[in-house]
């Protein structure tokens, strides 16, 4: 029974010294230098005829002072609806905000295909913002519609 006891108390007193360390282990380096990498999504148009879901990785230089973002994923066409019926495709926009604080569309992709989806990839270098947008388009040109709203996927502040 004292035995029982003490392996409880060490195992508690290791605990607490270990949640007391993870902390100050946490904040020693700072957050724009610390690679980063997860899944995202799924993240879809405003009537939910549209979805994309992926993963994102960064990974910084060892001086911290650049990276370079890549981004995995898949973009599903949900519209069922023909195109004479006012069907359209799927399309995802992703935008960049660079150390300067300037944003560009660094890449977009449309798919028409219900029920299925398509795989998509890119990279890009030193960014300090990343978002995605998920909206519709007409199969054959014209304007984007039935946006989401954007979704951050990573911040290097």
Not at 88 to 116: I, L, M
């Amino acid at each position: 029974m004292i035995k029982k006891i003490a392996a409880g108390l060490l195992a508690a007193a290791a605990t607490t010294a270990l949640a007391l360390a993870l902390p100050a282990a946490a904040s020693a380096s700072t957050a724009s230098t610390d690679d980063y990498s997860g899944y995202w999504g799924p993240f879809y148009s405003a009537n939910h005829l549209a979805k994309a879901q992926g993963w994102v990785d960064v990974e910084w230089d060892h001086a911290g002072e650049s990276n370079t973002v890549d981004v995995r994923g898949r973009l599903y066409d949900l519209d069922n609806r023909t195109y004479g019926q006012g069907g359209k495709c799927a399309y995802v926009k992703f935008q960049t905000e660079n150390f300067d604080g300037d944003w560009s569309n660094v890449y977009t992709r449309k798919y028409c295909g219900f029920p299925g989806y398509k795989k998509f990839s890119f990279s890009e270098d030193d960014v300090h913002t990343l978002r995605v947008k998920v909206c519709q388009a007409p199969q054959y040109g014209g304007y984007v519609s039935r946006c989401g709203s954007w979704r951050y996927l990573y911040n290097a502040a």
